[in-house]
């Protein structure tokens, strides 16, 4: 059964940089896929950050690329997101989730974490 | 606002059918399979329908979906009350390089 477990500040100030760890547990992130976050604002619809592949190459939305790292470290099982200079429309629920493939789920995020709430104010 | 476009509601009483909307482009659902996602309230979204029609394991034959051209459609038959919920359509975006989401439709068993 894959699990993914969000970690990290629940409260940042504004200007600062959001950090967060996706711990992946029962598959190897070595074994392939790609894994992505993924943020819902309160009360409001999802919204995709970026993508990572186990190798290290990346994808990210166009409108937060500026802003966002997400790097991979295959010998702890976990992937991270790195914001910049976040503001208080970053506030949102953080999901991390696993991109299935084509054939069993469509390029669907087929495996999520719970979500982790980070509120950006001062 | 989300790239693809779904009425923010829809309601139905127990044992309807429903259906649920979704249009986007030539670069996502025109181009791509679509994707719904069911999330409960509280919890984070699960995936409910892939690849335009198929059910992942565990899901009811109640679920089904859809996709012409650059619309889809979610339909929900024998509606019960566990399935009230906010639904997401989303695809993935050439342009883009990555999935697009719908802004979500709440559904409410009435």
């Known amino acids: 059964q894959v699990q993914l477990q969000e970690s990290g500040p629940g409260l940042v100030k504004p200007s600062e940089t959001l950090s967060l760890t996706c711990v992946v547990s029962g598959y190897f992130i070595s074994s392939g896929y790609y894994w992505g976050w993924i943020r819902q604002p309160p009360g409001k619809g999802l919204e995709w950050i970026g993508i990572i592949y186990q190798s290290g190459s990346t994808s990210y939305n166009p409108s937060l690329r500026s802003r966002v790292t997400i790097s991979v470290d295959t010998s702890k099982n976990q992937f991270s997101l790195k914001l910049t200079s976040v503001t208080a429309a970053d506030t949102a629920v953080y999901y991390c989730?696993?991109?299935?493939?084509?054939?069993?789920?469509?390029?669907?995020?087929?495996?999520w974490g719970q979500g982790t709430l980070v509120t950006v104010s001062s | 606002q989300s790239v693809l476009t779904q009425p923010p509601s829809a309601s139905g009483t127990p044992g309807q059918r429903v259906t649920i909307s979704c249009s986007g482009s030539?670069?996502?659902?025109?181009?791509?399979?679509i994707n719904w996602y069911q999330q409960l309230p509280g919890t984070a979204p699960k995936l409910l329908i892939y690849s335009n029609n198929l059910r992942p394991s565990g899901v009811p034959d109640r679920f089904s979906g859809s996709k012409s051209g650059t619309s889809a459609s979610l339909a929900i038959s024998g509606l019960q009350s566990e399935d009230e919920a906010d639904y997401y359509c989303a695809a993935w975006d050439d342009s883009l390089n990555g999935p697009v989401f719908g802004g979500g439709t709440k559904l409410t068993v009435l």
């Open positions: 030539s670069s996502n659902i025109g181009s791509n399979t």
């Open positions: 989730a696993r991109l299935g493939g084509a054939h069993s789920s469509g390029w669907g995020f087929d495996y």
